[in-house]
């Protein structure tokens, strides 16, 4: 089975910063972002970018597996 | 007509919409094994989306997640972190398994392990666990069905028989119908819930606050610990919602159903698109967030934090809303129980009872066990509910604890040719031991980490430790007699 490619894995790896692994950093009232206290936003809006993310995997992915078609 | 009446009149009728777009999804197909399980893979990415939504939104999401907003605050945040993480994850997992699925006629997740691991028992291991992990989490609907009707009459009805009734209709429906019409029920289900929990999201902070803002200023000012880790709680902080969100953004894929699921996609590009997609289906739990978050300031001192959404809603609107948003909290709580039900009535016959029992089954003999399993199961989880009550999301964590350790099998199993059978069944013995000891010792959280996290640490650890220090075998001697070659290799 075709493995994926290491951008492919750093891309997916952004959204897991951002909502996991970073959690001390964000994880506060202040500043409350469109009325919103600051974590439960900065989640909201990793929902958003973490779909963007892996749009840009799929295209990735995408375009690997075309050229490897056309040079087998 | 009383509140009551209205209310009650209301769920009944949206259910049985519901029920009646099911019945009417199954009519004129012939109904063999493979197309009332995997639905004859044939589902494009909007039903196979709606599918995957129709199990993922549950009575947790909707009552649960409200009620850990509720009761324990901040750390309840870790929801929107790991349902969005899981489908990252799925992208790189599901179309594979799909692949193998189809090259070798998967259709439960036990199936995957005999096709890569050609060990039975290492199957029929896989096969119980995934079962056991099912009963907290088939009872976590149950119990959720008996809240809303209990609200919803008013207090009127008691919780157990608004269960039995449940169980009867999803048994019934679950025999006739299988997998297609749960994928069309989800479309009345998805539809109702995202309209009532934008509702309820906005229109509980605006008719007590004057909007989402001043909503959790004054909840900021009230208490202001409230919405940070550890919130309410003593021992929920950083460490743990790290380790939590790891474990279940890893499990989610694990749970026998969602595995399952993945089969029933016409093609692995659609799960690839899926993953793209479903992320954004997470943002309508941020508006049941804000109910549950609202609830703390406008009904205080519930006794079971579970109770808080149904309770905020009964309060700020009238009874045929109130009516609505139990519908859909009941169709939300039945679409998965029937896919649980059906996915653990399969694995029964087909993965532990034909080939310990009777190996000369046929397909039609396994589908027939199959339907009477989905009896019994009701009935078992029926029980359940009716006599133990921890809370929502205590429930589903404990299952997530058993359904993780799936996942060094899986992962390494599609990714590393060389990992053992022995490897994966050690390490699997060990993590679900591992998170049973902790759990019933009450060592949960243990230095601040999850667990079932702590368990499946253990677990890889031991799959590689196990796998390196028994002999490679060739590919050809490890294979099952007669299966194909296994995918992975390709």
Known sequence: MRKPSPGALLLALVPFVAMCFSVPLWDRIEPMVLGLPFNLFWLIAWIVLSSGCM?????????????????? | MSPAAVCLATIFAIVAVGTIVGFLAGVRRRMDLEQWTVGGRGFGVALVFLLMAGEVYTTF??????????????????????????????????????????????????????????????????????????????QLQITGVGLIVSIASYDGIAPGPAMAVAVALLVAFVCVNGVRAVAWVSIVKDVLMVLAALAIGIGVPLIHFGGIGPMFRALVHAHPTHLTMPGATRNLGHAWFISTVLLTSLGFYMWPHSFAASFTARSADTLRRNAVVMPLYTLTLAFIFFAGFAAVLVVPGLPNGDLALLTVVRQSFPPWFLGVVGGAGA???????????????????????????????????????????????GLISLCLALFSSPTLVSLLLTGYAGVTQFFPGVVLGLYWPRVSARGVFAGLLAGVGGAVFLM???????????????????????????????????????????????????
Not at chain 2, 441 to 468: E, K, M, Q, W, Y
Request: net charge positive; aromatic share 12%; charged share 10%.
């Open chain 2, 61 to 138: 999401a909707f009552l649960g997640a409200s009620g850990w907003a509720y009761s324990r605050g901040g750390p309840t945040l870790y929801v929107l972190a790991y349902l969005t993480l899981a489908y990252v994850v799925s992208f790189f997992i599901l179309p594979q398994i799909w692949e193998a699925g189809r090259r070798h006629g998967m259709q439960t997740q036990s199936d995957f392990f005999l096709a890569r691991y050609g060990n039975p028992w290492l199957a029929g291991c896989v096969c119980i666990v995934g079962i056991v992990c099912f009963v907290p989490y088939l």
């Open chain 2, 331 to 377: 169709l939300t709580a039945m679409v998965p129980a029937s896919i649980f039900i059906l996915t653990a009535a399969t694995l029964f016959a087909k993965n532990l009872y034909r080939p310990l029992f009777a190996p000369a089954m046929s397909d039609a003999q396994v589908g027939r066990l199959a339907r009477v399993t989905v009896v019994v199961l």
């Open chain 2, 440 to 490: 019933t010792t009450h060592r949960d959280p243990l230095f601040g980490l999850s667990a079932g996290f702590l368990a499946l640490c253990l677990n890889f650890l031991i799959v590689v430790i196990v796998t390196l220090v028994t002999p490679a075998v060739s590919r050809e001697r490890s294979q099952r007699p007669g299966t194909v070659a296994w995918a992975a290799d390709a």
């Open chain 1, 55 to 72: 749009w840009l995997v799929y295209r990735l992915e995408c375009a690997r597996a075309a050229a490897e078609q056309r040079a087998p």
